[in-house]
């Protein structure tokens, strides 16, 4: 991703794109990341984002998986500990 936007000294809101993906993020002063997922991904292909992470050292917190209820996805922690969930929609079953 790429800063498109920032504000403040020092940053204190960002704006993050790729593609058609926009992240706007905002600093919190003593926040602490959670056992509650902070964020929600929707992306294309999971397991080349979980790949990607994994060969990055990024932590997975739940393993890649696929739900009943049509999605494949997992859950990873950022580096202060905020755990972000990653789902992808899957076909559906005839």
Do not use: C, W
Not at 17 to 29: G, I, M, P, Q, S
Not at 61 to 69: V, W
Not at 76 to 90: C, E, Y
């Amino acid at each position: 991703m790429s800063v498109t936007f920032a504000n403040g000294h020092p940053v204190g809101f960002v704006i993050l794109e790729r593609d058609a993906a926009e992240l706007h993020l905002t600093l919190v002063k003593g926040h602490q990341g959670g056992s509650h997922n902070a964020a929600h991904l929707m992306v294309a292909d999971a397991v080349s984002l979980h790949d990607h992470l994994v060969s990055n050292g990024v932590r997975i917190i739940k393993g890649l998986r696929d739900a009943d209820y049509g999605l494949r996805g997992f859950v990873f922690a950022d580096p202060d500990g905020n755990r972000i969930d990653v789902g992808q929609r899957l076909p559906p079953q005839s």
